[in-house]
């Protein structure tokens, strides 16, 4: 019976995380440093609080019932290569975060498991920008690369090709997006963690 009710509480705590990250996903903005089609937004933050409360695999499903939500209430302009995009680089973050604060429940461990999450999401958000996302945009929508280049090069004339825009656009918005969401988990985590944890 208690197995039953830990069971049916992490399920509801896993749905109330995710309508939040659905919530935050819609609610993103540019940053004056990065081009326009890079938009922070802090839907990750539940996915962490998440992954640290009820396992890795809680962060897994926050982050694809979020992109789900977000494809039936908003459709895509992508055909749904974005929001694949988003969930992968967000599961790349949050699933070993999740991993390592599980083995070892300190603040240290929390901060150091962040910062390796931060440092893959950058890892997998250029990987799968470089052969997946910015391909598709050129097929699918049209745009043509030098396009999508010249957007990176006006803000920083070292973009000239798409390599250079992965390592000195893409990369550096990912990891400060990672560190903008580590640092409201940590100042929030505790607070809730009697709630989650409950």
């Given at each position: 019976m208690e197995m039953v009710h830990r069971r049916t509480a992490a399920i509801v705590k896993t749905g109330l995380l995710s309508a939040a990250a659905t919530v935050?996903?819609?609610?993103e903005f540019p940053?004056?440093?990065?081009?326009a089609?890079?938009?922070?937004?802090?839907?990750?933050?539940?996915?962490?609080?998440?992954s640290f409360a009820l396992g890795p695999m809680a962060g897994i499903l926050i982050e694809l019932i979020k992109n789900l939500l977000h494809i039936a209430i908003k459709g895509t302009s992508t055909a749904g290569v974005g929001e694949l995009a988003n969930f992968?680089?967000?599961s790349a973050m949050v699933v070993p975060a999740g991993i390592m604060y599980r083995k070892k429940k300190t603040k240290h461990t929390a901060v150091v498991s962040m910062i390796a999450g931060t440092v893959l999401m950058a890892v997998v958000g250029c990987f799968f920008d470089y052969y997946a996302l910015f391909p598709m945009y050129k097929t699918l929508m049209g745009i043509p690369m030098d396009s999508i280049i010249e957007m990176g090069s006006k803000l920083n004339p070292m973009i000239v090709n798409l390599?250079?825009?992965m390592v000195l656009c893409v990369a550096p918005f990912n990891i400060l997006k990672g560190l903008i969401v580590s640092l409201i988990?940590?100042?929030?985590?505790?607070k809730l963690s009697p709630i989650l944890h409950s």
């Open positions: 935050l996903m819609f609610i940053l004056p440093v990065f081009p089609f890079l938009q922070l937004d802090l839907s990750e933050v539940p996915a962490l609080l998440g992968l680089v967000g390599k250079s825009m988990t940590l100042l929030l985590y505790k």
